[in-house]
């Protein structure tokens, strides 16, 4: 009778550890959801406000190649979105989009005092930039914890029998496939 009892605790606790790794599994995976709509929300929300002070950086005579770099990572940033572009190289679009917004932001505040037509967006965009942040490290460590739990040689099995896999993070790779973004090369 002990082992019968004995197999029906490790059997109980068993199903217990099972019901367990499967309710973590799917709050993690609504979190990495949840955490990539925040951070799309964000970046949605810079990409509408970037026009703004395009428009009043070439009001003020500001440097038109900042601005230009701007106004094509912009683009390019909203083309990576459409075309629903690996993480990897969409962080690399975003990131170049933030690089270029803060020469612009740093040029306009180095040429003396601008307007409130520019210092209202650029006030707007350091707040939305420092939430772009935010979003992106909740994201990160959402998708690092499921990767956790895919990775593992206990849990992994149960995450992969319910369809789930590590989630990529957002993050620049090197090896992101950015080569359709290339303009073909003539030969001369």
């Known amino acids: 009778m002990t082992v019968v009892a004995l197999v029906a605790f490790v059997m109980i606790i068993g199903i217990g ?5 499967v309710r973590r599994t799917r ?3 609504d979190s990495v959801a949840a955490g990539l709509n925040l951070l799309e929300i964000e970046l949605d929300r810079r990409r509408a ?3 703004d002070l395009v428009r009043a950086a070439v009001d003020a005579d500001l440097d038109r190649a900042a601005v230009n770099q701007l106004v094509g990572a912009r683009s390019l940033s909203a083309m990576m979105r459409d075309r629903r572009a690996e993480l990897g190289a969409r962080a690399g679009a975003e990131n170049a989009v933030s690089v270029a917004l803060h020469e612009v932001l740093f040029d306009g505040r180095a040429s003396g005092p601008l307007g409130w037509d520019f210092s209202s967006p650029a006030t ?11 979003a992106v490290r909740v994201y990160n460590t959402q998708a690092s914890s499921l990767a956790s739990l895919a990775d593992s040689p206990l849990s ?4 992969r029998l319910l369809g789930v896999r590590a989630p990529e993070v957002f993050a620049e790779t090197a090896d992101a496939d950015t080569a359709w973004l290339r303009a073909p090369q ?3």
């Open 17 to 21: 550890w099972i019901v367990s790794v």
């Open 27 to 29: 709050r993690s995976a």
């Open 49 to 51: 406000v970037i026009p």
């Open 124 to 134: 707007e965009l350091d707040r939305i930039e420092h939430r772009v942040a935010g």
């Open 156 to 159: 992994g099995p149960v995450v």
């Open 186 to 188: 003539h030969a001369a």
